[in-house]
């Protein structure tokens, strides 16, 4: 069964106003969770690395005051997309890393802006 | 790991014919190598993996192989079927929580 899980599956929504993802471990605790963009038809793309109890950590080149991530517990990371704009449409998709390093994805979730 | 190269971009197979999809990596620290399955609208699904240690991975029809040497790995499909239809990543890390690499991704196509 899956391992992850996130929140909303698709969300339409209006250019300017804030979207709220959520990405849930279902079976373990959590202390680093990653989260990924990905345009159609094109591979993953890493946007940061969200670490349970502090900062998150970005990649280059993505805007930490414009996609805000929250790792409040070891089951629950949010990605908060702030004032959405078309070109933020996408498809996000969070990770959980294990002990082995192996990453198990969640089902992931499309965000359209108007 | 720092780039990973993945071809081919996209494989037509017929049922039953086997498909391999070759990647290449460039950073010798990478020791970590996961294949993904990913189908429409859905999040990646980790089918296999192999490890710097090993040189060979078998699960019932899937099976990973890794030169180190060369820095090539491999994923081999035996028996296809049309349900493995879907895009397959290939990525590669340096292990302990690091992040992964991606390939650029290949369309596999199962035709009857």
């Given at each position: 069964g899956a391992v992850v899980s996130q929140h909303p599956s698709r969300v339409i929504c209006k250019s300017g106003t804030s979207v709220k993802i959520e990405c849930r471990s279902l079976d373990f605790q959590a202390t680093t969770m990653f989260w990924y963009r990905q345009f159609p038809k094109k591979s993953l793309m890493l946007m940061a690395t969200s670490n349970e109890g502090s900062k998150a950590t970005y990649e280059q080149g993505v805007e930490k005051d414009k996609f805000l991530i929250n790792h409040?517990?070891?089951t629950l990371s949010t990605l908060t997309v702030t004032s959405?704009?078309?070109?933020?449409s996408s498809f996000y998709i969070c990770a959980r890393v294990t002990s082995y390093n192996e990453q198990f994805f969640g089902p992931g979730t499309r965000l359209t802006v108007l | 790991g720092e780039n990973v190269e993945q071809h081919p971009s996209t494989l037509s197979v017929q049922e039953g014919d086997s498909a391999v999809i070759k990647c290449t990596y460039s950073?010798?620290?990478?020791?970590y190598f996961p294949w993904y399955k990913q189908e429409l609208g859905k999040g990646p699904q980790l089918i296999i993996d192999i490890r710097s240690n090993v040189g060979e991975k078998k699960d019932q029809r899937i099976a990973v192989t890794l030169n180190k040497t060369a820095k090539h790995f491999s994923l081999h499909i035996t028996?296809?079927?049309?349900?493995?239809?879907a895009v397959y990543f290939c990525a590669d890390s340096r292990g302990g929580g690091n992040k992964l690499t991606f390939g650029t991704g290949t369309q596999l196509k199962v035709e009857l």
């Amino acid at each position: 069964g899956a391992v992850v899980s996130q929140h909303p599956s698709r969300v339409i929504c209006k250019s300017g106003t804030s979207v709220k993802i959520e990405c849930r471990s279902l079976d373990f605790q959590a202390t680093t969770m990653f989260w990924y963009r990905q345009f159609p038809k094109k591979s993953l793309m890493l946007m940061a690395t969200s670490n349970e109890g502090s900062k998150a950590t970005y990649e280059q080149g993505v805007e930490k005051d414009k996609f805000l991530i929250n790792h409040a517990s070891l089951t629950l990371s949010t990605l908060t997309v702030t004032s959405a704009h078309p070109e933020d449409s996408s498809f996000y998709i969070c990770a959980r890393v294990t002990s082995y390093n192996e990453q198990f994805f969640g089902p992931g979730t499309r965000l359209t802006v108007l | 790991g720092e780039n990973v190269e993945q071809h081919p971009s996209t494989l037509s197979v017929q049922e039953g014919d086997s498909a391999v999809i070759k990647c290449t990596y460039s950073d010798s620290a990478s020791n970590y190598f996961p294949w993904y399955k990913q189908e429409l609208g859905k999040g990646p699904q980790l089918i296999i993996d192999i490890r710097s240690n090993v040189g060979e991975k078998k699960d019932q029809r899937i099976a990973v192989t890794l030169n180190k040497t060369a820095k090539h790995f491999s994923l081999h499909i035996t028996e296809t079927q049309p349900e493995d239809s879907a895009v397959y990543f290939c990525a590669d890390s340096r292990g302990g929580g690091n992040k992964l690499t991606f390939g650029t991704g290949t369309q596999l196509k199962v035709e009857l």
